[in-house]
């Protein structure tokens, strides 16, 4: 992936909040970004830098958003790592064709807001799996969504585009139960397998606290500020508690999907 930087002379010091505040209204007033893109961008303002995060729909978008950026009073530098869906098709279907187990295929790539769709047809499940491993190796991927059929199938089946946030409030069918503090993310595929919730449950006037591990099935919606269950607060305490043993910590050159940190991932076993 390649990383722009631009430079924009004689700004004037502003504090990262206001450059911050700056970046976002900007974003938000261009359309196109506005319309197609503005949830999918992380932005990040330090000391002048502002430094862009996630993926927009094309490479025009991409230079887009830089040029509004680097409008905003305060930015003196902008590092562009935005990834245009355009970009990451062509890097899947390189990746595919490169795989041998993969090249002899007819496989259809399309990318939407980072999320991979994987289509056509491949001989056997064998097959199918590394075509998913294969399309999750490639770093820019938020995850896949959809495979190549088997022969004699019809259709391909979904998974959900979920990515609940760290920090946010989650919500039993009977009312709030906590904070979301991380999520399990499969490598082969880059989904959220299970989110960890550090909950406080009220069970009939018996209270019962600690961190639980919910799989995503469990999650009715998500959204940018909290995830509501399917869940009781007794089918919660009902669940795995966390334990950092059980879940490893990807390794430091595997890049995580956007907008997760560090701090928030885990990998399912």
């Not at 305060?74 to 187990?101: C, F, K, R, T, Y």
């Not at 295929?105 to 097959?127: F, K, M, N, Y």
């Amino acid at each position: 992936m390649l990383t722009d930087s631009v430079l924009i002379p004689e700004q004037i010091d502003r504090s990262d909040g206001d450059v911050l505040a700056g970046v976002n209204d900007a974003l938000w007033e261009a359309d196109g970004l506005r319309s197609l893109n503005y949830k999918d961008i992380g932005v990040e303002a330090r000391a002048g830098e502002v430094f862009l995060r996630g993926h927009v729909r094309s490479v025009m978008h991409k230079h887009e958003a830089e040029q509004r950026v680097a409008a905003v009073l305060g930015v003196e530098v902008v590092h562009n790592d935005l990834v245009a869906d355009s970009d990451l098709e062509i890097a899947v279907a390189q990746a595919l064709a490169a795989n041998q187990p993969t090249r002899a295929s007819i496989l259809r790539v399309g990318a939407s807001a980072g999320w991979v769709q994987l289509g056509g047809e491949v001989p056997d499940a064998q097959v199918r799996t590394e075509a998913e491993t294969v399309a999750a190796n490639v770093s820019a991927v938020r995850g896949v969504l959809s495979l190549p059929h088997l022969p004699g199938e019809h259709g391909s089946e979904y998974q959900r585009a979920l990515q609940p946030r760290a920090g946010t409030a989650v919500y039993a069918d009977d009312g709030e139960i906590g904070t979301l503090v991380g999520v399990v993310v499969n490598p082969r595929n880059r989904l959220v397998s299970h989110i960890v919730v550090n909950a406080r449950l009220d069970l009939g006037g018996h209270e019962v606290r600690g961190q639980f591990v919910i799989p995503a099935a469990a999650i009715k919606m998500s959204t940018v500020s909290g995830t509501i269950l399917t869940d009781s607060m007794r089918d919660v305490n009902a669940r795995p508690r966390f334990r950092g043993a059980d879940f490893p910590t990807p390794p430091a050159n595997w890049q995580l999907p956007f907008p997760y940190q560090a701090s928030e991932v885990y990998w399912s076993a």
